[in-house]
């Protein structure tokens, strides 16, 4: 079992079956074992990776249930709510034979991680919430547009801007691959704090990024709404939250609510950043997580 758990650990992508599905992660870096879940939900595993934290941990980036090359439920694209991702997570650990690791979620993924930290803490060393919120729906969704429009004034004038816009608006209507992938392309600006001004930087990840459309409905068609301001001061998981000052989607009204609800919580907050700050402040991000990780008990 130690060979073959050694194995799957091993640097590069892996396959393996869990609870009858096929799934497909990826493994870089050395150090305790942190599995990095993306964000969407259905948005491609490489726009969460972070070679900054690779140098002290190992990285085990998933491809989430119904995205990449992780396979899809009979339901897609239905289906994928938290406790069934979760139900995925578990049964990867089991697999990997790997008791506790570090968890970090990123975005819809973060989502899926305060779900996973809360129900099954025995399997976690440590929990990075990174671009989270306690709740979804139409209060999560008014914040939002209080954000976008922030961005929208601190980016008046840029021919592209009308391009963004419609891509935040066709995001939410479209409901397939090719279309959302489009649509994320086009609003792909709105994730960072000064994209234009770094844009030699960030324009590959631009043309490159994709997506699986996803619903955020259950089996029966039942929206997945999440609201866990009930149950997060329960939550007792050595915990860091992690913010970017721009975020439009989950900026800092829930980045400190959630430090509010989460006891002995951490909050790190990337200044010139915004949903994307492992990408904007690499170097900044991976020392946060760095004296986190140093912080918990072995």
């Known amino acids: 079992m130690q060979q073959e758990t050694t194995g799957l650990l091993s640097p590069g992508s892996h396959d393996v079956v869990v609870d009858g599905l096929n799934q497909r992660y990826h493994v870089y870096g050395s ?3 942190c599995l990095a879940m993306p964000g969407g939900p259905g948005v491609t595993w490489e726009s969460l ?10 990285m085990v980036y998933v491809e989430p249930l119904g995205t990449g090359s992780s ?34 979620g990123h975005s819809h993924g973060a989502f899926v991680s305060q779900y996973f930290a809360l129900h099954h803490p025995d399997r976690l060393s440590g929990l990075v919430l ?31 801007l009308p391009t963004v816009l419609a891509g935040l608006q066709a995001s939410g209507t479209v409901t397939d691959d090719e ?3 489009a649509a994320l392309r086009d609003l792909l600006p709105v994730f960072f704090a000064h994209y ?17 459309y996803i619903s955020h409905v259950d089996e029966n068609l039942v929206p997945d709404i999440i ?72």
């Open 71 to 104: 396979q899809r439920l009979p339901s897609h694209p239905d289906g994928y709510t938290r406790r069934r991702y979760t139900r995925s997570l578990t049964g990867l650990l089991d697999r990997l034979s790997l008791p506790r690791v570090f968890l970090l």
């Open 130 to 160: 990174y671009e989270s919120a306690p709740v979804t729906g139409p209060e999560h969704m008014a914040e939002a547009a209080a954000r976008v429009e922030e961005f929208v004034q601190r980016n008046e004038g840029r021919p592209e």
């Open 196 to 212: 234009w001004e770094r844009e030699d930087e960030f324009r590959e990840l631009r043309e490159k990024i994709t997506c699986t």
């Open 179 to 181: 279309k959302i992938t």
């Open 227 to 298: 609201d866990d301001r009930d149950t997060l001061p329960s939550l007792a998981v050595p915990t860091l939250i992690v913010a970017g000052r721009y975020d439009v989607s989950c900026g800092m009204r829930w980045a400190r609510e959630l430090a509010a609800l989460i006891p002995r919580s951490r909050l790190a907050v990337l200044k010139n950043s915004g949903h994307l700050g492992h990408l904007e402040e690499p170097e900044t991000f991976a020392a946060a997580i760095r004296d986190f990780v140093r912080s918990v008990p072995a």
């Open 31 to 33: 150090g305790p074992v």
């Open 49 to 58: 990776r972070a070679p900054a934290l690779e140098k002290f941990l190992t």
